[in-house]
């Protein structure tokens, strides 16, 4: 027989250092960052995200290497920091339909609603907090490579002539990386927002970005719709507007004025985002 024996019983209250609301956000958004990147976990949820952010660099690290091997005439001609975003539209996509689904799909589902809500977060505070996690996340594929570019290409010689060019550009790069999040977010979470299936979510997401294109020029070309109808290409308005801003011409929709893709980039994201909110003040938790 075991000696072991109870000698006290109940329950004791927490004494240590209480952070508050902010410190709650923190702690979620970093705890769902390291989730969405597959930290602490096995090795098949690390594959894709870790798999995505490399082939986003990947054009990078060749234009980087071709920098420092070929000859500076020929270095000028290399792909601008505006046409990039040509090359990793894929990656972007992948990236968009799988974060904000592991995210939000998966605290619904695993009924851990109730716990968040039991903490000083609320519904809204809760949503911040995963919305802040989705964009940085993604600001890895959209900010990342460009800034890669800019880093290496000033330290061989090859980059901006001046400070005030290399802030310029600095600018641009972050505020292109914030257009294509601020979007990419918003429609990731609506879509994650009405299903508690991952895999349903995501394909969702891939969908839509696939869809609204054809839908769009369909309507312009073949049914000779204005084309302000243009603006329902959820996955051109963003590089887009994004090209205009590196290079301010126009590239895709040349009949689009800047001011109107401003518009419509920030009415779909405050779209999508209202959208988010109305779906998670109807659902209820159980704390």
């Not at 096995?42 to 490399?54: F, R, T």
């Not at 975003?85 to 009924?111: H, K, M, N, S």
């Not at 887009?240 to 779909?268: A, C, H, K, M």
Request: charged residues 15%; contains cysteine; aromatic residues 10%.
């Amino acid at each position: 027989m075991s000696a072991a024996r109870i000698v006290d019983q109940g329950y004791r209250s927490y004494d240590g250092p209480r952070g508050g609301v902010f410190e709650a956000m923190r702690t979620l958004t970093l705890f769902s960052l390291g989730r969405a990147m597959g930290i602490r976990r096995g090795l098949w949820p690390k594959i894709l995200p870790i798999s995505i952010v490399a082939i986003s660099f990947l054009p990078a690290i060749v234009f980087v290497g071709m920098a420092a091997l070929l000859p500076e005439e020929i270095v000028d001609e290399l792909i601008a920091y505006g046409e990039y975003y040509g090359y990793i539209t894929a990656a972007i996509l992948l990236f968009t339909a799988f974060v904000a689904p592991e995210l939000l799909c998966t605290d619904r589902r695993t009924r851990m609603l109730g716990l968040y809500f039991a903490s000083p977060l609320n519904r809204m505070t809760y949503l911040a907090s995963k919305a802040t996690t989705v964009a940085i996340a993604l600001t890895f594929v959209t900010m990342g490579p460009p800034l890669l570019m800019l880093l290496a290409y000033t330290l061989e010689g090859v980059g901006p002539d001046s400070v005030g060019e290399f802030l310029g550009l600095l600018v641009r790069i972050v505020l292109a990386g914030v257009v294509i999040s601020a979007v990419h977010t918003s429609l990731s979470l609506a879509v994650s927002s009405f299903t508690d299936r991952n895999g349903l979510a995501s394909a969702g997401v891939i969908f839509i970005l696939l869809l609204t294109p054809v839908i769009a020029n369909s309507l312009v070309e073949g049914a000779d719709a204005p084309d302000a109808i243009l603006a329902l290409d959820l996955f051109s308005m963003p590089f887009e507007l994004v090209t205009r801003i590196f290079d301010g011409v126009e590239y895709g929709y040349p009949q689009l004025s800047t001011g109107f893709l401003v518009v419509v980039n920030l009415g779909w994201t405050l779209l999508f985002a209202a959208l988010v909110v109305w779906r998670y003040r109807r659902i209820e938790v159980t704390k």
